[in-house]
């Protein structure tokens, strides 16, 4: 293009703007003019100019970052703001539920600065725009897109403002040109008209007239997380420049607005939903020390009327739920005082008292949500107790003796049962009602000398015809072992040793069994037989650590509604994994989908099971159905440019139409290690969901609303290690 405005020139500065923090003491101890990016100071994205380069004093403004119509605790108020004070620069972040949330000093070297002017700084991924005061209201006309090119002495830096009252954006561009004598001069192209185009992931600011500037959102800048890699084509002086650029977004295209909103913007401790899905309550860590505090919050699915429920949650052992109504939020709080059992209701009215409690904890609630269970005195004696979750009455559960180990690893609810360890050594094993009408004792299966039952990892088995429980002995060299143990006393089986129970049939029959020192060893026992079938070397997700889910099944190995076949993914050498169906009966084997690459198996709930698989020689993401007795079903193919996937963790949308899955362990260059991909079942096109700030971001979790279309996930998208929720709707 041919800029048709006046090139206004202004003598070389060593730095346009004021330094920060210690380094305004030292100011002009090197006279040669500043690299224009600089990767030699620490912390550095743009250019730090930490050398003593620039001039001295103190800074002549503050700086505040904006996103339009942000509020903390319900006033219009900057994202963040960063002010100067006696030679100390300070950040105070705001959040949604919690006004100045952070506050920290900071370097020199980790703010982002101009040679050319000083309207606007960088902060990790924000832009920074100068600020007489402490802001209150937010501008409608904000710097949306900073880039720099990464030229030394003559680099290009590009600002480009949008209004969002009358839905104008111009750009403004500063440059160095050399005269014959190779003395630099600052020029500037003061603000020009142009068109700002934003599509799912890219940003095109142009004029019409020669002046291009594509940043792309799903390329972040190598090394440099908050920076995102850009093109500039422009012609200035009569000279045509062609750059790869370095930009910040801000404003509407803030990475806290777009492409993807956040929600919650604490770092999120723990999550749950309602079964409506209209709801979700999270724990925030707050404070510091050896026991900072958890903040519980309720919001609306959407981030909307959030609001804070208690400031006294405990930072171990998390401990809330939502009633099967959707109603309630049950939640244990008073770490610093006498521990409570309370209730939330989710229209934010205050929160009710349910019961005294003796380990803050130490609950559960029943499943059809009609009474808590939970741990409180019994005749000046720790005793487990029932409350009606509406309130009332408790019932005791437990006999009318001391107890000596009792809580929530050592009890388990289930339909209406609720199985406890009680009360001194030797330990027994009781079942009672949550009324307390029907207290049993289970009969005792002969254990070995000194052994005992352990307060942890008890648990009711579905048909709730026997229990789990672990037993150990603490004389030397010490041992334990994993019994099921019939309710009834008709018989009892101790698994073999090292082995680890984690998942039963439906028909409480058969269980699964993962080696404790090798999870890649599995196998299948028969409870009343005790017979050992050994399966192949499936992939058990999260087998390492063995955690089990609420319905005793883990993601992609399964029992079969049936309780005829157990059925899971076999590891393959050649990573062309298969899923397989292994008999109950005569332990034969058979392929699910014969001739399909599988590394994911789910069955749902109509009873089909859903493949989802990598073929690694043509890079494609297939997904399959299979039908009760029917062949497989190709239903969707992904193209992807990664070799190679390492994990995948599927949700499947109420209608069940569409599913989401997250992807892992990519080898990818530029895009995210972990991709959040929402897939319909029908052959339309699938979206990536998540566009982090930085390659390496994780998600931990992904969730539909009811529309199945919009999404919910938690992930540390932004910050590394800062697990936020962010909220997205297919197109």
């Known amino acids: 293009m041919k800029l048709k405005i006046d090139i206004q020139r202004h003598p070389v500065r060593y730095s346009f703007l004021i330094l920060f923090g210690f380094a305004l003491l030292m100011a002009f101890q090197n006279c040669n003019r500043t690299a224009f990016f600089s990767t030699t100071v620490a912390g550095g994205l743009f250019g730090n ?4 380069a620039g001039y001295g004093g103190k800074p002549s403004q503050d700086y505040a970052r904006f996103t339009p119509g942000f509020k903390c605790e319900n006033r219009e108020s900057a994202v963040a703001n960063i002010l100067s004070a006696e030679n100390t620069l300070t950040i105070t972040e705001n959040k949604k539920d919690i006004c100045g949330a952070v506050q920290q000093t900071l370097d020199a070297g980790q703010i982002d600065v101009s040679i050319y002017q000083d309207e606007i700084i960088g902060y990790q991924e924000g832009i ?32 480009t403002h949008f209004d969002h009252l009358s839905s104008l954006a111009v750009n403004r561009i500063y440059f160095a040109s050399a005269d014959a004598t190779g003395t630099l001069t600052n020029k500037v192209v003061k603000d020009f008209s142009v068109a700002r185009v934003v599509s799912k992931s890219k940003v095109t600011i142009s004029d019409g007239s020669g002046f291009d500037l ?37 404003g509407s295209l803030d990475a806290k607005v777009w492409p993807v909103k956040q929600i919650v913007d604490l770092n999120v401790s723990a999550f749950k939903q309602t079964v409506d899905l209209n709801y979700f309550s999270y724990s925030s860590l707050t404070g510091a020390g050896p026991a900072p505090a958890q903040n519980l919050f309720i919001s609306k699915s959407n981030g909307a009327n959030s609001f804070l429920v208690s400031k006294e949650i405990s930072s171990n052992n998390l401990n809330f739920s939502f009633g099967p109504d959707s109603k309630n939020l049950f939640y244990a709080t008073g770490a610093s005082t006498t521990p409570v059992l309370m209730s939330a209701p989710m229209d934010g009215s205050s929160s009710r008292v349910l019961a005294t409690v003796t380990e803050i904890f130490k609950f559960k609630l029943s499943t059809d949500g009609s009474r808590l269970i939970y741990n409180g005195y019994v005749n000046g004696a720790p005793g487990l107790r029932s409350v009606p979750s509406a309130g009332g009455n408790n019932s005791v559960l437990s006999p009318p003796v001391a107890v000596a180990t009792m809580g929530a690893s050592a009890m388990d609810v289930t339909k209406d049962k609720v199985v406890f360890l009680c009360c001194n050594t030797p330990t027994d094993i009781y079942i009672n009602n949550f009324d307390g009408t029907a207290l049993t004792k289970i009969p005792r299966p002969v254990l ?6 352990s307060a942890s990892n008890l648990s009711i088995l579905r048909q709730q015809k026997a229990v789990s429980v672990w037993a150990w002995t603490w004389i030397a060299p010490g041992g334990s072992a994993n019994y099921i143990i019939a309710i009834d006393g008709s018989w009892s089986l101790k698994l073999p040793t090292g082995w680890l129970w984690v998942s039963t049939s439906p028909d409480d029959l058969n269980g699964l069994l993962v080696n404790q020192t090798d999870p890649s060893l599995q196998a299948l026992v028969n409870f009343k037989t005790g017979a ?13 650590s063995l955690v089990r889910d609420g319905s005793q099944t883990i993601e992609s190995a399964f029992f079969a509604a049936d309780s005829k076949s157990f059925i899971g993914v076999k590891a393959n050498s050649n990573l062309n994994n298969e899923t397989i169906a292994v008999s109950l009966i005569d332990g034969s084997v058979s392929s699910v989908c014969a001739g399909v690459t599988s590394s994911y198996v789910k069955q749902m709930n109509d009873g089909s099971l859903l493949l989802v698989g990598f073929d690694s020689s043509k890079r494609i993401i297939n997904v399959y159905l299979r039908q009760a007795d029917e062949k497989c079903k190709l239903v969707n193919s992904i193209p992807f440019a990664a070799s190679k996937m390492e994990s995948v963790e599927i949700s499947i949308s109420p209608d069940a139409k569409n599913i989401l899955a997250n992807v892992g362990g990519l080898d990818l260059n530029a895009a995210p290690l972990n991709l959040l991909l929402y897939i319909p079942l029908n052959g339309k096109v699938s979206y990536a969901v998540n566009t982090p700030v930085y390659s390496a971001a994780t998600i931990q ?5 009811n529309d199945s279309k919009t999404v919910i996930f938690i992930g540390d998208q932004i910050r590394s290690g800062d697990q936020n929720i962010f909220l997205w709707s297919a197109p």
């Open 532 to 544: 050992i079938m050994t399966l192949p070397t499936l992939n058990l997700p999260k087998s390492a």
């Open 49 to 52: 100019y930490n050398n003593g």
């Open 214 to 250: 594509n940043v792309y959102r799903d390329q972040p800048a190598p090394l440099k997380p908050g920076l995102f890699v850009g093109q500039l084509n422009a012609t200035m002086n009569g000279i045509k420049y062609e750059r790869k650029t370095y930009c910040r977004f801000g």
């Open 448 to 453: 070995p000398a000194n052994w005992d039952f």
């Open 701 to 705: 979790k992904a969730v539909f609303l």
């Open 128 to 159: 920074f725009e100068g600020v007489p005061s402490v802001p209150t209201t937010i501008p409608a006309n904000l710097v949306e897109v900073w880039c720099r090119d990464t030229n030394d002495q003559s680099g290009i830096e590009t600002i």
